[in-house]
């Protein structure tokens, strides 16, 4: 093969782009077809050059034969790793070909393409973001509402697809099981108040009214509360154990696989029986509490069974709505316990960690929540008169 | 009552389906095209999924016919799963779309639950529910058939995977590989026209891994069930995928059969990936053959690159044989005896070294000179 003929085959083909940087005229000389095809060495040329630290360099780009859009980013790639290369882009002079597609380049260039610095919040920053952190969880939540909220009235319209059996064993482990705590917990809690309250009374004369103090403070208020946050303790937690746990395991998944929606299976169950069962245990924590009342009343403040019993239907008139007030909040207490614990059951992220983190939140939130909307119903109960 | 509650359940969950309404002309024309476009099982186009800022899948396509075994083979990190569980419906997508049979189940604004795609799934913990009976586990899918006929399916499918007496027993008094079965035969208990599989054989020891992947692949095939699954075993694809897609940040780099996949790798990555082997140095000589430390090789195939290219060749431990005759000298660095063959480690004069897969009737020890020889049908090069 002659000479001359090896040379046009190449020329046909890429010819090979390559650079030199002359130290001693301080002229950086380009060469060859700086196309797509043609720079593929360039990338191990670049690795090692060394580069000048001097300023006041040219740019000869006369040897460049053709060039692409991935050739001029490499020589504006070149160019930016001499100091002063910003200057010496814009000042050389370019064929009008290349300085197009140079200023294509570098407009591109300078925009996005340093990384971007992670900015470090200061407290109102991160005080922000966990504001807008909470108000997406809200969102999110409110969303969980309302997909349950939707199945409960899927279920409704066919009521041969609920879980009875499911609802049944849920009511047992919420609701039966829970007799002796709530029962102890609200016995302690009327003999307390009938105490504490009882010596004042007792200093004015006033023992009776013992009967009044202990059988408005349970209806209204001690009872529905004490037997919502035991519930919340006892239930809300396993509610989000258990499909925690089924998350970690892939359990979840695998109902779904099967045809299952997780929401009618695990979540409607749980919050159709805590609905049955809290006000159940309200009504029987105004029992044992107005119980626990009366032992005191009989043994500190000398009003016997008798009186006490008789006395209470007078003591209740006074605000003879009372009985309801405490039960009316019984089930949206339910609803609460049994909403928090499932959301936060789903959102076990599958580590057997976050099952523990994720318990601990649905009971604290649980709690706040009732004690928050027990407050709403004080107000609200006021304002009606009730 | 009935009827409105079913509408509302339908606008709810099928998305999909309602959007289809919106047209009329468009709805005939897709009506006419159905019968060509049907004949996809599973049919994504370039789907992208995204944690976040960060990008786990990045343009996949891939397309399975019914009654097809197929892999994603992949090292952990590539987004394998994520496919799987875009599938399935866990993981919302991007961009792209998903199409189940002909009827779109994902896309941008589009995600269709899992529980209304009629897939079957295998986890990789087998998720088995542990307070129910084995029958129980597999007839769990089975809603609104009667008791008699979930045990008529529950007894035939327990037949089918081998375990016909372990019905009444529970999952936790089972080894690792009878859940795996179990877990199994409750996926095609409802009868899914695809069966998703997430590393299902992981969680077992390596003898039974092999097993258990020739007997599934069997329940499949005899099942007729198409079969997508996920792991980064290559003897677990190889066994189990009729067609394997090897899987690399995000994308399918190769779509192929395991014969393919092995001899002609599309790309380093694959070539690389898959079985043994290391790339070495050299360059064309002329279109089909090619100057290496071991000596010129006759290529199987013409590459285009001019002569002198510099190029990376492939050669896998069982294409080089030791030969007694050879001039080519190499010092073995190292050995690994294998039973039936041993795996030496060559230094080539360049400082590469490369893998010799020999019989073990006669044996080399470690710094021995030895000649070889190449002896490749196929034989796979890169430029550099």
Redesign the interface.
């Known amino acids: 093969m002659t000479r001359s003929a090896a040379k046009s085959k190449a020329a046909k083909k890429a010819a090979q782009a390559g650079f030199v940087l002359d130290q001693q005229k301080n002229r950086l000389i380009c060469e060859g077809d700086w196309t797509i095809d043609g720079v593929a060495s360039l990338e191990k040329l670049l690795r090692r050059v060394h580069w000048p630290s001097t300023q006041r360099w040219v740019l000869d780009a006369r040897g460049i034969s053709r060039m692409d859009t991935v050739g001029a980013w490499l020589l504006y790639r070149i160019v930016m790793k001499i100091p002063g290369g910003e200057s010496l882009l814009q000042q050389s002079e370019l064929p009008s070909w290349q300085r197009s597609l140079l200023d294509l380049v570098i407009e591109n260039a300078s925009q996005g393409m340093k990384p971007p610095v992670e900015q470090k919040l200061n407290a109102f920053g991160r005080l922000g973001l966990s504001t807008v952190r909470m108000a997406d969880e809200m969102l999110d939540m409110l969303r969980f509402i309302g997909e349950t909220s939707f199945h409960l009235g899927i279920l409704m319209l066919k009521p041969w697809r609920i879980r009875f059996r499911q609802i049944f064993r849920t009511i047992q482990m919420a609701g039966v099981n829970a007799l002796l705590i709530v029962g102890l917990i609200s016995f302690l809690m009327g003999v307390v108040i009938a105490y504490q309250g009882g010596m004042t009374l007792e200093r004015f004369g006033a023992n009776f009214l013992v009967v009044e103090l202990v059988s408005l403070t349970m209806l209204r208020e001690m009872s529905p509360l004490l037997a919502a946050i035991i519930v919340a303790g006892r239930t809300g937690s396993a509610y989000t154990a258990e499909i925690g746990t089924m998350q970690v395991t892939d359990e979840i998944d695998a109902l779904r696989m099967l045809g299952i929606t997780p929401i009618e299976m695990l979540v409607i169950p749980k919050v159709t029986a805590l609905l049955i069962a809290l006000p159940l245990l309200t009504v029987y924590a105004d029992i044992t509490g107005i119980f626990g009342g009366m032992v005191v009343a009989r043994w500190q403040l000398d009003v016997g069974f008798y009186d006490f019993i008789s006395r209470l239907p007078q003591a209740v008139s006074i605000s003879p709505k009372s009985f309801w007030v405490g039960l009316i909040k019984a089930p949206v207490f339910a609803m609460i316990i049994a909403i928090i614990g499932c959301y936060r059951g789903f959102k076990v992220d599958g580590s057997s960690e976050s099952v523990g983190r994720e318990t601990t939140a649905s009971v604290v939130a649980s709690i706040f929540f009732v004690i928050l909307i027990d407050a709403v119903f004080s107000i609200l109960f006021t304002r009606i008169d009730w | 009552?009935?009827g409105?509650?079913r509408a509302?359940?339908k606008i709810?969950h099928n998305e999909a389906g309602h959007n289809e309404r919106k047209n009329p002309v468009h709805n005939l024309i897709r009506a006419s095209f159905r019968g060509i476009a049907m004949e996809f099982l599973l049919d994504i186009n370039d789907m992208h999924c995204r944690f976040d800022d960060t990008t786990v899948v990045d343009g996949l396509s891939l397309h399975m016919q019914p009654g097809c075994l197929a892999c994603l083979l992949g090292p952990s990190g590539c987004g394998k799963t994520t496919v799987l569980r875009a599938i399935?419906?866990?993981q919302p997508i991007v961009s792209g779309e998903i199409k189940l049979n002909g009827r779109l189940v994902s896309s941008h604004n589009v995600q269709v639950?899992?529980?209304?795609r009629?897939?079957?799934?295998v986890?990789?913990?087998y998720?088995?529910?542990p307070h129910l009976s084995v029958a129980n586990n597999i007839g769990?899918?089975l809603?609104g058939k009667s008791v008699k006929e979930r045990t008529r399916i529950a007894d035939k499918l327990l037949e089918l995977v081998g375990m016909e007496s372990h019905g009444k027993r529970y999952p936790h008094e089972l080894s690792g590989g009878q859940q795996q079965r179990i877990a199994l035969a409750?996926?095609l208990a409802?009868k899914p026209g695809l069966l998703?599989l997430d590393e299902p054989f992981s969680n077992l020891d390596v003898e039974l891994r092999e097993r258990l992947a020739t007997d599934v692949r069997a329940i499949l095939k005899s099942q007729g069930t198409a079969a997508l699954f996920v792991t980064h075993d290559q003897h677990e694809a190889f066994v189990m995928g009729e067609r394997i897609g090897v899987m690399h940040q995000g994308r399918i780099r190769q779509w192929d059969t395991a014969i393919n996949l092995y001899y002609e790798p599309a790309e380093r990555f694959v070539a690389d990936f898959i079985g043994q082997g290391r790339l070495i140095e050299g360059r064309m000589v002329n279109a089909n053959s090619v100057q290496t430390p071991l000596g010129t090789i006759e290529v199987n195939r013409a590459y285009p690159w001019?002569d002198g290219t510099a190029v990376d060749v492939l050669l896998r431990p069982n294409d080089i044989v030791i030969s007694r005759e050879s001039n080519i000298r190499c010092r073995i660095l190292d050995r690994a005896f294998k039973g039936a063959d041993t795996l030496y480690t060559l230094a080539l004069a360049n400082g590469d070294d490369v893998l010799s897969l020999a019989s073990s009737h006669q044996d080399y020890s470690v710094g021995q000179e030895i000649g070889v020889a190449v002896n490749a049908e196929h034989l796979i090069i890169f430029q550099r």
């Open positions: 009552m009935r409105f509650s509302i359940a709810y399935a419906g866990f639950p899992p529980e209304k009629g897939l079957g799934m986890f990789q913990d998720a088995l529910f769990f899918g809603r409750r996926a409802p998703l001019r």
